[in-house]
């Protein structure tokens, strides 16, 4: 399958994820915690500040992800590859599954801003049911990203996949405007691009390694190694 969406200037995705607007909302900015920070937070947390995991907890390899919502690399990846690999690997009790947001199309301002928005949708609904509705929101934005994030309305589309989560509109104004979602958000940005130096999306964090791998054999063959490793 194709690449990934590179990053292409670091200083250029920072400032354009210090403020968002979605639709007309407010413009959110806050300082991010540090990762370490985020880290000791999220494995408290529940609801929309948690870590979203599948997986068994205490599966041998823990693979990270860091997808954008608005990158096509990121839905052909969870389209074509992920089910694949979530049957063989997740499903099997082998890899323990975490999706961190990255909001990143470099020069594009407008989709970064829906990228938070679709990013901090799905957390929200995860206020209510958990990650398991995290991840299928995730999906529904991946699997519908051409009619959301590159269509003429944004919100109208985003509203359709909220109301599928039980999200009226009236909560999805609020949602995306949570400083706090805001800030975890920041904080996932953060620890791609300073502590694994993230070069693109899809990133993938393999037992503590960076991989640059998109097809289900390099996937499958990093997951294998990492596995015998384990061992």
């Not at 992800?65 to 389209?79: G, R």
């Not at 997740?90 to 679709?118: M, N, Q």
């Not at 109208?156 to 039980?166: N, P, T, V």
Request: with cysteine.
């Amino acid at each position: 399958m194709a690449g990934m969406l590179k990053i292409t200037s670091v200083a250029a995705l920072a400032a354009a994820a210090a403020t968002y607007v979605v639709a007309g909302g407010a413009t959110a900015e806050t300082a991010p915690p540090s990762p370490a920070e985020a880290e000791a937070a999220a494995a408290t947390e529940t609801g929309a500040l948690a870590e979203m995991v599948l997986g068994d907890p205490d599966a041998p390899v823990t693979v990270i992800e860091y997808a954008s919502v608005t990158c096509n690399h990121c839905a052909l990846w969870h389209e074509e590859v992920f089910p694949e690999i979530k049957a063989q690997y997740i499903d099997t009790g082998k890899v323990r599954f975490v999706l961190r947001e990255i909001p990143i199309i470099p020069d594009h301002p407008a989709l970064i801003a829906r990228s938070y928005a679709g990013s901090m949708l799905a957390r929200c609904a995860a206020d209510a049911g958990g990650s398991e509705t995290y991840f299928s929101v995730m999906g529904a934005l991946f699997d519908r990203q051409k009619t959301w994030a590159f269509g003429s309305d944004a919100k109208g589309e985003l509203l359709k996949i909220a109301a599928e989560a039980g999200l009226d509109e009236a909560a999805f104004d609020a949602c995306i405007q949570r400083a706090d979602l805001k800030s975890h958000i920041d904080a996932n940005i953060d620890a791609a691009l300073n502590d694994y130096r993230i070069e693109g999306t899809p990133g993938f964090i393999i037992a503590g390694a960076y991989h640059r791998v998109f097809s289900a054999e390099d996937v499958s063959k990093a997951l294998d190694d990492a596995l015998e490793a384990s061992r």
